[in-house]
Structures are given as structure tokens and as C-alpha cells.
């Protein structure tokens, strides 16, 4: 049998490549790095996580949480992985996102099915089956090649990462573990400010220096908006970081007293910087929200002024890029297979999905539908009830006109039969329909679903 080619190893691309050979299909895995390094990425590894390391909420009546949990029913490599990877983050999914990307990589090069190619791909296969999921950092001349298949040029938004700060860098004196009310473990550090020293940072924060953006990211630039520079998101307003990430309700310092006191007012700050567990040592911390695009200097001199970061020390500064995605409602069916083309399908954020697992869904879809397609059988798509299916059909069918990425959310589900007021018993509703309907779609499917490899040695 002919191999698959799955090019790009992210997130998407490890999941699909799995699914493939899950399958009993030969797949190969196109990855340019190391051969060539985007600007976003730091090691040669799959599925390197380049923003947060967080996959968002953990409960399953959380958009993000769903998801999590669909795609554990159905065999996911990625989310097996960052369960067994995972660091203390609260409500939230995040891993050690070293040891998460370093085991994917050993587990897909030690299946007998797959074959792992370090090169670039410059062109469209035109023979065989072929999986796209190079994301939003897709080199220029496979960019070309897209565009000259679909005849539409990209369409684009920006993305940034947020820092990262060295832990024994940080003042626990000032900073206090807490998730915020009390939901979870204490996994988060908190930065809290004043009034007076919230003001100045805004100020300084609105008269930072940006990194200047190449003209033509600047002709084209529009923002994501949930991903935006906490710099534009300053010049929103005053209190706009205050109703966003540095939103100070239901946290306490244990040391102080509890939040629920609102007679003494040093028991509530006016502000708060929540700062993040990167790995499993607790070494790393990620400043949560905030993601930018200042040139490095300025990022260390206002970063700085937060209470508890005074002494802070970077090991990565925030950074921002282009991000790119083609226009799905035109170009593709809900089994993410191009009109044009059905041995041709494509996954991640290029089609339009917005996250780490919503990019490991549409992997696993596409992946296990162009190994159908090898073997003789039909493609699948999900109940639109599922989290997972409600996505991937949305961006196949949305308004071309005014097409966005979409991160998983429940707007985009079917109304229940009976309407429910309260928003967390709705939730809990959409999260029981989904999970039995995937149970029972799953028992009708023929697919080979099955338990990840093994752990390997990072």
C-alpha cells in the first residue's frame, strides 16, 4: 500500500499521522525543522506547543474541557499525552510542554507504520493522499503552492506568545499561590497591585515601544481577539486589563485573610498578574494573558514594575507573528477534504480552528478520514451535537464572507430541546448530549480506537 504524506508536525499533523497508522496504514511525516526554523519555534520537536502550555479547561462543561474529553474517547495521541504530562494549573490542562513534545516525538518515530522525513515540502503532492496541517506558520513556497491549488491568497490575523520568567526569580513575599475562587489547587501565583501602581503600569504599558512590523503584516495585520497584545488591549481602555487577565475577583492570600471580606480592602487588590506553572518542577512560569508584541527591552523594564517581578528573569521574552488560514467554507467539505480534491485534506489552524486541541480534533478527523479513504471506506464526520463535530462543521460551512478562526464554544452547538436559563446547568446539559451521542456514534463506527502507545523516556 502507498503511504500517506502528512506535511507538517504539529499538533495536528502528530495527531493525524497517528490516527493513520492506527489504522494499519504506511503515513509519512513531512517536518521541516530542524532543516529550516520558523520563527515561532524553538526545538526540532512534534507538536511543540509555542505559545501558552495550557489546553485550557479541564471540566468537561467547559468548551475546551469537552473536547478534552471527546477526543479521550476516541483515542487521541496528543491528549493522552498531555494527561500524562500534565502540571498543576488549576482548572486548567497544561503540561510540561518539553516533556510533552519530546515523548510525541519518540512515540511516533518508534511506530513501525510511520516514517519521519526532516525536509521541507515546497510543493503539493499530486499523486497519493495528502494531509496539510503546516499551521499558521506555513513556509512561502508551500504558501504558494496553496494558493495557486485553491486560487484564493490567505487570510491572516496575528498571534503573540506571552513570557516566560525564571521561578526563583520571582518574590514570594509578594506573590501568593491561588486559583482563583478557590476552584481546583492552588496552581496559580498572583501578582497583586494597587490602584496607584496599577495606573502606572497601564501608563507605561500604553507608551511602550512595539516591535515594528514588516509593511506588508502592517497592511494586513488584524488582531485575534482571544489572543490580544496586552499592550492593545491596554489601549482599549483604563480598566479593560482589569475586566480581561488581571481581573482581581475570587482570589485570596491565604496569609491575609480570605477574599470574601470586602471590609478590609488590602485583602482585595485592584489588580492581579497570574502567572502559570510551565513544567513539572515548577521552574517556569508563564505570565497568563500576557501575550505581546514589545520590542524585548520594554517588555523587561515594564514587566519589571508588577509587584513580586521586580527581579524577575526572562527566559523567554513574548513574541508575536503572522498567523494564516485558508478560507474553509469555500475549500473544503465537513470530513476536511477539499472540494477540489478529495485525496487532499488539511487540519490545524490553517483551516481555521483556533487552539491546541481543536487542532489535534481536526487532525484526528482528517487523519482517520484519509486512511478511510486508502483503505476503501467512506469518510466520517462527527454528530454536530459533539464539541468536536459542531467545530469542524463550522468551518466548513460558515459565511465565506466574514470567516474567522473559531476556538471550541458552545454558541456554536445546537439549542437543546428545552431551553435552560441557568448557563452552568446548560453547559452540564450540552456535555451529557455530546458524550452520549459520541458513545453511540462511536459503537456504529468502524474505527480502530484504541489506548496511546505506551509512555516513552523523555
Known sequence: MEPIHVIGGGLAGTEATWQIAQAGVPVVLHEMRPERRSPAHHSEHLAELVCSNSFGAQSSDRAAGLLHEELRQLGSVVIGKADHHRVPAGGALAVDRGYFSADLTTTLAQHPLIELRR???????????????????????????????????????????????????????????????DRGEAAYLNCPLNREQYLHFWQQLCAAEQAELKDFERETAKFFEACLPIEEMARRGEDTMRYGPMKPVGLFDARFGHFKDPDNKDKKPYAVVQLRQEDKAGNLWNMVGFQTNLRWGEQKRIFQLIPGLEQAEFVRMGVMHRNTFINSPELLGPTLQ?????????????????????????????????????????????????????????????????????????????????????????????????????????????????????????
Open 338 to 458: 477539499f472540494h477540489q480534491r478529495p485525496t487532499l485534506l488539511a487540519a490545524g489552524q490553517l483551516v481555521g480552528t483556533e487552539g491546541y486541541t481543536a487542532a489535534a480534533a481536526g487532525g484526528w478527523l482528517a487523519g482517520t478520514n484519509a486512511a478511510r479513504v486508502a483503505l476503501g471506506k467512506p469518510p466520517v464526520t462527527l454528530p454536530v451535537t459533539t464539541m468536536m463535530g459542531a467545530l469542524l462543521d463550522f468551518i466548513s460551512s460558515a459565511e465565506p464572507k466574514h470567516f474567522q478562526p473559531m476556538p471550541p464554544n458552545f454558541g456554536i452547538i445546537p439549542a437543546l430541546a428545552n431551553r435552560i436559563r441557568n448557563k452552568q446547568e446548560r453547559y452540564g446539559h450540552y456535555r451529557d448530549r455530546s458524550l452520549a451521542d459520541l458513545g453511540t456514534w462511536i459503537r456504529q463506527q468502524d474505527l480502530p480506537i484504541s489506548a496511546i502507545a505506551p509512555v516513552a523516556s523523555a
Open 119 to 181: 525536509e521541507e515540502m515546497q510543493t503539493i503532492p499530486t499523486d497519493g493522499i495528502t494531509v496539510i496541517t503546516t499551521g499558521p506558520l506555513t513556509s512561502d513556497a508551500l504558501s504558494l503552492a496553496l494558493q495557486e491549488f485553491t486560487g484564493q491568497a490567505y487570510m491572516s490575523f496575528f498571534d503573540a506568545a506571552s513570557p516566560i520568567i525564571v521561578g526563583d526569580s520571582i518574590n514570594r513575599e509578594i506573590a501568593f499561590m491561588a486559583s482563583r475562587y
